[in-house]
């Protein structure tokens, strides 16, 4: 005899990523948040581009990406903030009076719960003069 049996394996969950650029030069004054405007993508609908925070949707581990062009005699240190505190940093120093571009990138994993605020300001409270177009932030959740 036959029976029929129902399947338990759960639904595969929606996935979770995004990817943002600024979209024009920008000077950020310490503790402020930067804004990545132009949303490329924005899967599962957890990043706020008004306000440039990422909010997590679930628990898991999330990987996060960002750039940061510094304009020709200035610098930007671009740090990942979660809920207020550093997790991550990066360096663009180019306030040496010369004509570079200065391109800096990080990335970490991180362990994060629901509700927690993901964002980028600079890491030691400074100005920072950025470049649009080049200077990007995203994330995934990779489990």
């Known amino acids: 005899m036959a029976t029929d049996s129902i399947c338990c394996n759960p ?3 929606k996935p979770i990523a995004f990817h ?3 979209k024009s030069d920008r000077t950020y004054k310490g503790g402020s948040v ?3 405007e132009n949303v490329v993508t924005n899967e599962g609908g957890a990043y706020n581009p008004a306000t440039g925070k990422f909010t997590v949707p ?3 581990l ?3 990406t960002w750039y940061t062009l510094s304009n020709p005699s200035t610098s930007s240190h671009a740090g990942l903030y979660v809920n207020g505190k550093i997790k991550g940093r990066q360096a663009s120093n180019n306030a040496d009076g010369g004509k570079k571009w200065i391109t800096s990138g990080s990335n970490i994993a991180l362990a994060l719960k629901e509700g927690d605020e993901v964002f980028i300001m ?3 409270g400074w100005t ?3 470049r649009g177009l ?3 932030f995203g994330g995934v959740q990779i489990s």
């Open 20 to 22: 943002a650029e600024i």
């Open 62 to 64: 999330y990987l996060f």
């Open 58 to 60: 679930r628990k898991g």
């Open 11 to 13: 639904a595969p969950l």
């Open 122 to 124: 600079d890491a030691h």
């Open 134 to 136: 080049w200077t990007s």
């Open 34 to 36: 930067w804004i990545y």
């Open 128 to 130: 920072s003069q950025i």
